[in-house]
């Protein structure tokens, strides 16, 4: 016996809204415990009376955090790393994409290809030749090596992005212009990068939270404390065996911001810009 | 316009080279070589890989790298295809679960493992307080510790962190289904059940297999999650090769081993990186 369209419909709608409900629970609730447990005192935090929601919050951790741990240090490095790497791969990529969407010039599909092949090449294959590299070239233990290394993975990802976007803008408007006497990088700067702001905003979005994250090659090429990023530096607040769970999860949660209120304030952006750049339907 | 071609990618060719083509082919040399580091290199042809091929230790963690990408990528993929397929769903206030859902994606991999590092703490944890509270366990599971847990309790990290990037695409490929199709479905008679598995799956498999790919690349790849919630233990149990191959390197400055271990997952990769290329250039001139 069939159910009716409109029934079956309503099953399916209610199925679909405790499976909703698993996933959204499934979602939050590993920063639930990450933000309460850094409002925690330590008698809530450990022992018999630990708690699942915070009964006295406090701003303890952070003030360990910000007081007794380089925190700070690691924070601004990551800063530096991650706007540098940013500003860097923005420039770099908006020029190779240009180049290869709207100049026609031999071996244009195989850069194109050669960019994909950089792209998809796994970091955790490069940071042992990148190490013997930097090293040699003095740029151990300083954020420029980290800054140029990351360029590895962003310049890629970016113009590829790019390209996708510079192809939406159609071709007439950069001609008519360069009629008019302006020239290619002319165009570039007062039409194309104008036109593209929001994609702009996505890549430099995707440049800054990859470089923010990355942890191999910040491992590998700095061991000085005061050039420590974020993704080494935090570990490091494990002291042997011991764990100071309340500092660590207030840093996690101070590291965790940026990069969700970049998501939440540009998601529109973000998704569309996403799904423009590696999902075309 | 050659020469504008050649100063335009001038930048971006030099930075690929020097730290992504060079350092790749210097690999390569130094997977057959026996390097320590800051001793010269010395050539012993397939000695590393000989080495490896001898060690028992090396078959577990290729069998577990290949355990945790498809594991991991495969519930990746049903929980990105069930959620996308709800948030698809007309129901009220859909944007706000759309935007929870993709949250794990923008935390970073990092945080998300030391978050839930502390989730899965033995006494004090998260998961073990809410499962002896609600009378389920007598005493907290050491989930990283348990040989039977440690495994799955990693492969949940990363799909916990990767699933929204499935979510994503599949979702926009949803919505970019033309409504006649399915218009024209119902019709002909079609329900819901006929609809997706004759018109939704069919339309999306170029999306399953793009995501499918980048996804596997990027999961058997990246040494996070496995190295901050157990660095392999317990005994070797939750190793894979990349992490395997950053140990040996970073505690006994292995070099020329270690790239012999990422070496051998390469010929796996390079198959997929021929095949996405291939893909994601053949959509570039549609």
């Known amino acids: 016996m069939a159910l009716t369209q409109s029934a079956s419909r309503r099953v399916a709608h209610g199925i679909g809204g405790v499976i909703l409900l698993v996933l959204i629970v499934w979602t939050l609730a590993p920063l639930y415990w990450m933000l309460v447990t850094s409002l925690k005192d330590k008698s809530e935090i450990y022992g018999a009376a630990a708690t699942l929601w915070p009964a006295e919050p406090t701003l303890e951790n952070y003030r360990v955090l910000f007081a007794d741990t380089n925190f700070l240090i690691y924070f601004r490095n990551s800063l530096i790393v991650a706007s540098a790497t940013t500003f860097f791969s923005l420039i770099i990529a908006a020029l190779g994409a240009y180049a290869l969407t709207r100049l026609r010039f031999p071996g244009r599909r195989f850069v194109a290809r050669a960019l994909i092949y950089t792209y998809l090449m796994p970091s955790s294959l490069l940071f042992i030749p990148l190490l013997i590299i930097i090293r040699s070239i003095g740029l151990q233990n300083t954020l420029e090596g980290l800054v140029f290394s990351y360029l590895g993975f962003t310049v890629p990802f970016c113009t590829w992005l790019l390209m996708g976007y510079f192809m939406s803008i159609p071709i007439e408007l950069e001609e008519s212009a360069m009629i008019d006497g302006c020239t290619r990088l002319g165009v570039l700067l007062r039409i194309v990068v104008p036109l593209t702001v929001p994609a702009l905003a996505v890549v430099a979005f995707f440049s800054f939270t990859l470089s923010w994250n990355e942890f191999i090659y910040a491992s590998v090429l700095v061991t000085d404390v005061d050039v420590r990023t974020i993704p080494t530096g935090i570990p490091s607040f494990v002291v042997g065996d011991v764990f100071f769970w309340g500092p660590m999860m207030a840093s996690t949660v101070i590291s965790a911001v940026p990069p969700l209120v970049v998501y939440f304030v540009f998601q529109r952006f973000l998704i569309t810009g996403l799904t423009l750049g590696a999902v075309k339907g | ?286």
């Not at chain 2, 050539?43 to 594991?71: H, Q, R, S």
């Not at chain 2, 509270?133 to 492969?155: H, S, T």
Request: proline fraction near 5%; charge should be positive; charged fraction near 10%.
């Open chain 2, 1 to 286: 316009m050659r020469t504008l071609a050649a100063l335009f990618l001038l930048p971006a060719v030099v930075v690929l080279t020097c730290v992504v083509l060079y350092p790749f082919a210097y690999a390569l040399v130094l997977s057959f070589q026996d390097k320590t580091a800051g001793l010269p290199g010395r050539f012993i042809g397939l000695g590393n890989y000989a080495e490896l091929l001898a060690d028992p230790d090396f078959l577990l963690i290729f069998g577990n790298t290949v355990w945790y990408t498809g594991i991991a990528v495969g519930i990746k993929f049903v929980i990105g295809l069930t959620s996308a397929v709800v948030l698809n769903q007309p129901r009220r206030f859909n944007n706000i679960y759309r935007t929870i859902l993709f949250i794990p994606w923008a935390v970073p991999t990092l945080i998300a493992s030391l978050v839930w590092l502390w989730v899965y703490n033995e006494f004090n944890g998260l998961l073990n307080l809410a499962l002896v509270r609600m009378g389920l366990l007598k005493y907290g599971i050491a989930w990283l510790a348990e040989p039977e847990w440690a495994m799955r309790a990693v492969i949940a990290v990363a799909v916990w962190n990767g699933t929204p990037f499935y979510t994503m695409h599949f979702l926009a490929g949803l919505q970019a289904i033309p409504k006649e199709l399915y218009e024209a479905a119902a019709t002909d008679g079609a329900g819901d059940y006929r609809k997706f598995w004759h018109i939704t799956i069919p339309t999306m498999i170029p999306i399953f297999t793009i995501t499918l790919m980048l996804s596997t690349v990027f999961t058997s790849t990246s040494i996070v999650v496995v190295n901050i919630l157990t660095n392999g233990a317990p005994a070797n149990l939750t190793q894979i090769l990349p992490n395997a191959s950053f140990n040996i390197t970073t505690s006994a400055g292995r070099m020329g081993l270690g790239s012999a271990i990422n070496m051998v997952l390469f010929p796996f990769l390079v198959v997929f990186i021929i095949l996405l290329t291939r893909r994601l250039l053949r959509k570039d001139e549609a």
